[in-house]
């Protein structure tokens, strides 16, 4: 199915973990926007599952506390709020018990209309309630299972949770939920590089010169440390945001947009990837973890001071490292991605380097200024811009050069457009049956094998987390480790 359809399918969409912290935040806001624009069939009807006791008006007064909480007060009405809430019934459910699941079913009953699992708990559970699903007699052919990411905690655990869903679920009915991948920018990068020869005769070796990827957070662990703690920052958000743009940016034109022709590249970009060994795990790499420090004039206490800690932890909250893609494209070209807490800033952005002209003729002293940059900004403003070089203005200046953005910036592009929240279009596609915003498992599994052998990298050679105040952009040495190529970090320039 290609990305260009628009069929708007009914589904019966049964949510586990409907009382949890995911589907309060995000996913009944998405769903209340899909309606309220009308993306969502009529038909389409929605399932709270969770183990708590309570009826249907009780759960949607709670859902209708968080969509007045989240959803801003002109984007909803009394009668939207209403049409919306009439989709939703609940039933408590013990996810252990094979009888508790009789219900779905009844739920379901005949209907035509495919029923879709969404699994908004940890992904210990996935194999058991996917087991249960299908002994109760609940799915057909027609069903399918949306999951969070990670899935798993290393390449065994993973294939060990992808084989039990597996073994319920085809591959073509399973949706591996990265919610980077539903961000419009990132939509965007399909467009700006495959649609635009400027860009896509430029995307190689012999163009660019190197590119950056950085996801910082201002928050610290937010009370996650049992789970934080287990899996640090390089499993938390390296295995599955940073490798998914990574391959957003550096994988070939698919021949197509369907979803297994994009999958396939993203795919060839992983296998790819330069691993880490001996030295260059003390050179290339840079784990660390925050200390006390301050952000936005606030005093923050540092990991091990967090309030569950174990003082004696070595997890990292902060990983840097430069990488390459071995292929013909990408050669010698090195990838710096960064990503940690307690950042100064919440930021996603990916800047894409390109090489100056080989033949300069402006004044020496300026000359490090005459490379043109991508930035790719993907929070906490969506858009992109391309730093251009122009002449300064004024009569004193001569041909003095100053570097200036062509910018879009999508909120001030499309004012009274709203800019839709990914989950919102990661949803519409799980309705409409497309997975091209989805991770295959193979995707999956070339990760962990990356990640994995810089976990043991860094386990053979007992590499501890450098410290790093909260409020500064990392340890000293993720600075060191781009500077002694002769680079810095954007916002270093």
């Known amino acids: 199915m290609s990305v260009n359809d628009d069929n708007n399918t009914a589904v019966d969409l049964a949510l586990f973990?409907?009382?949890?912290?995911?589907?309060?935040?995000?996913?009944?806001?998405?769903?209340?926007?899909?309606?309220?624009?009308?993306?969502?069939?009529?038909?389409?009807?929605?399932?709270?599952?969770?183990?708590?006791?309570?009826?249907?008006?009780?759960?949607?007064?709670?859902?209708r506390d968080a969509l007045e909480t989240r959803v801003r007060a002109d984007e909803r009405t009394e009668e939207s709020m209403n049409r919306f809430l009439a989709r939703l019934d609940y039933i408590e459910i013990d996810f252990s018990s094979p009888d508790s699941y009789n219900q779905i079913a009844q739920w379901h009953g005949t209907s035509a209309q495919p029923l879709t699992i969404y699994l908004s708990v940890p992904a210990r559970l996935y194999g058991e309630i996917c087991a249960n699903l299908s002994q109760s007699g609940c799915l057909d052919n027609e069903s399918r299972v949306v999951v969070e990411k990670p899935i798993g905690y290393s390449l065994q655990t993973s294939e060990e949770i992808n084989d039990a869903i597996g073994a319920v679920f085809d591959e073509s009915r399973i949706y591996r939920i990265d919610h980077y991948l539903g961000k419009e920018t990132v939509q965007n990068l399909l467009a700006l590089r495959f649609a635009n020869p400027l860009f896509g005769s430029q995307w190689n070796q012999s163009h660019i010169s190197h590119v950056e990827i950085t996801v910082?957070?201002?928050?610290?662990?937010?009370?996650?440390?049992?789970?934080?703690?287990?899996?640090?920052?390089?499993?938390?958000?390296?295995?599955?945001?940073?490798?998914?743009?990574?391959?957003?940016?550096?994988?070939?034109?698919?021949?197509?947009?369907?979803?297994?022709?994009?999958?396939?590249?993203?795919?060839?970009?992983?296998?790819?990837?330069?691993?880490?060994?001996?030295?260059?795990?003390?050179?290339?790499v840079v784990r660390g973890q925050y200390i006390a420090g301050t952000i936005a004039g606030k005093s923050v206490p540092g990991y091990l001071e967090e309030e569950g800690a174990n003082v004696d932890s070595r997890t990292e909250t902060f990983v840097a490292f430069k990488t390459e893609i071995q292929n013909w494209r990408w050669a010698g070209v090195p990838f710096y991605l960064r990503t940690g807490k307690r950042m100064p800033e919440k930021l996603s952005q990916i800047v894409i380097h390109f090489r100056p002209q080989s033949h300069y003729i402006f004044d020496n002293d300026q000359r490090s200024m005459a490379a043109?940059?991508?930035?790719?900004?993907?929070?906490?403003?969506?858009?992109?811009?391309?730093q251009v070089l122009t002449k300064d203005s004024g009569l004193d200046k001569g041909m003095r050069l100053r570097t200036g953005p062509l910018h879009l910036d999508f909120h001030q592009a499309f004012p009274s457009a709203r800019i839709p929240d990914a989950y919102e279009r990661l949803l519409l596609e799980v309705m409409k049956g497309q997975q091209y915003l989805f991770v295959r498992r193979d995707e999956i599994e070339y990760s962990w094998r990356w990640i994995d052998q810089l976990i043991k990298g860094w386990e053979a050679r007992d590499?501890?987390?450098?410290?790093?105040?909260?409020?500064?952009?990392?340890?000293?040495?993720?600075?060191?480790?781009?500077?002694?190529?002769g680079r810095s970090w954007y916002e270093d320039y």
């Open 216 to 284: 910082a957070e201002t928050v610290g662990i937010e009370g996650r440390w049992g789970y934080f703690d287990q899996a640090g920052q390089l499993r938390d958000m390296v295995q599955n945001h940073l490798m998914q743009l990574l391959c957003m940016i550096a994988m070939d034109p698919p021949s197509n947009l369907d979803a297994d022709s994009i999958r396939d590249e993203k795919v060839k970009v992983l296998k790819a990837l330069r691993p880490f060994e001996g030295e260059r795990l003390d050179t290339d």
């Open 463 to 485: 590499i501890m987390p450098k410290r790093y105040p909260a409020g500064s952009w990392g340890p000293v040495s993720s600075i060191g480790m781009i500077t002694q190529d």
């Open 372 to 386: 043109n940059k991508l930035i790719i900004r993907l929070q906490p403003d969506e858009g992109i811009a391309l």
């Open 17 to 63: 973990g409907a009382l949890g912290d995911l589907a309060l935040r995000k996913l009944y806001v998405a769903l209340y926007h899909l309606d309220r624009e009308s993306l969502m069939a009529p038909e389409t009807r929605i399932l709270g599952l969770a183990r708590q006791e309570y009826d249907n008006d009780a759960f949607r007064a709670r859902v």
